[in-house]
T-cell receptor, first 118, second 112 residues
Framework: NAGVMQNPRHLVRRRGQEARLRCSPMKGHSHVYWYRQLPEEGLKFMVYLQKENIIDESGMPKERFSAEFPKEGPSILRIQQVVRGDSAAYFC????????????????FGPGTRLTVL | LAKTTQPISMDSYEGQEVNITCSHNNIATNDYITWYQQFPSQGPRFIIQGYKTKVTNEVASLFIPADRKSSTLSLPRVSLSDTAVYYCLVGGRGNQGGKLIFGQGTELSVKP
C-alpha cells in the first residue's frame, strides 16, 4: 500500500508565476490536509478537504491560494502570482476519518514539496 | 484549543533512554495526545498516541499521569538515527475538525 505521494518534490518558480502542488492520498483515504512549513518553523495547517468539498480553509491565506480535491485525481494546492515569502515546504497528509488524531485515525504525511521562489 | 509546551532542544548519547515531556494544562476531556517525529526534509511520522496511563509500541512509550496535564514520550536506547524533531499534539474527535496543531517541537540531537 503506497503512502501519500506528492509531486513535484522540488519546484522553482519566479515571482509572479503560478505553482501547482499535487497530492495523492493513501489508498482508501478520503480526507486530505495541507500544511506549510516555513524555514526554521513548525508546520501550520492550511486547508482540509474531502472529495469535492473544502471542509476547513481557516489556515489558507486570503488571496492567491486555492485548493481542490476532485472526485477523480489528486488534490491540488495552487498558488497564483508567487512571492518570495511563499518559499516553504508544503506537506500533504491523509486520513481515513476526520477525527483529528483520535485513536486509530492518525494522519499520514507525504514527503513534501519544496517550493523556492526566485 | 489545548496548547502544548515542550523543550526546544535536547541532547543525548547513543544507547541512552530519552524522555521528552510535554505540558498541556488545558487538555479537554475528549482530547488525545499524539506524538509525531520529523526528520530533516521529510514529512512528520506518527509515533504513538494515548489517552491516559501508559501506552507502548515497538518504537516508544507514552506516559500520561492521572490529571493528563502533561505527557512524557520515552525513547529507549536511542541511536544516531533518532535525531529528529519530536512534536506533541493534543486533539480529539471533532474538536479541531481534523486539523493538527503543531507547536515548535523538541529538536533531539543524539551524539555518538
Amino acid at each position: 500500500n503506497a503512502g501519500v505521494m506528492q509531486n513535484p518534490r522540488h519546484l522553482v518558480r519566479r515571482r509572479g508565476q503560478e505553482a501547482r502542488l499535487r497530492c495523492s492520498p493513501m489508498k482508501g483515504h478520503s480526507h486530505v490536509y495541507w500544511y506549510r512549513q516555513l524555514p526554521e518553523e513548525g508546520l501550520k495547517f492550511m486547508v482540509y478537504l474531502q472529495k469535492e468539498n473544502i471542509i476547513d480553509e481557516s489556515g489558507m491565506p486570503k488571496e492567491r491560494f486555492s485548493a481542490e480535491f476532485p472526485k477523480e485525481g489528486p488534490s491540488i494546492l495552487r498558488i497564483q502570482q508567487v512571492v518570495r515569502g511563499d518559499s516553504a515546504a508544503y506537506f500533504c497528509a491523509s486520513s481515513q476519518d476526520s477525527s483529528g488524531g483520535a485513536l486509530g485515525n492518525e494522519q499520514f504525511f507525504g514527503p513534501g514539496t519544496r517550493l523556492t521562489v526566485l | 484549543l489545548a496548547k502544548t509546551t515542550q523543550p526546544i532542544s535536547m541532547d543525548s548519547y547513543e544507547g541512552q533512554e530519552v524522555n521528552i515531556t510535554c505540558s498541556h494544562n488545558n487538555i479537554a476531556t475528549n482530547d488525545y495526545i499524539t506524538w509525531y517525529q520529523q526528520f530533516p526534509s521529510q514529512g512528520p511520522r506518527f509515533i504513538i498516541q494515548g489517552y491516559k496511563t501508559k501506552v507502548t509500541n515497538e518504537v516508544a512509550s507514552l506516559f500520561i499521569p492521572a490529571d493528563r496535564k502533561s505527557s512524557t514520550l520515552s525513547l529507549p536506547r536511542v541511536s544516531l538515527s533518532d535525531t529528529a524533531v519530536y512534536y506533541c499534539l493534543v486533539g480529539g474527535r471533532g474538536n479541531q475538525g481534523g486539523k493538527l496543531i503543531f507547536g515548535q517541537g523538541t529538536e533531539l540531537s543524539v551524539k555518538p
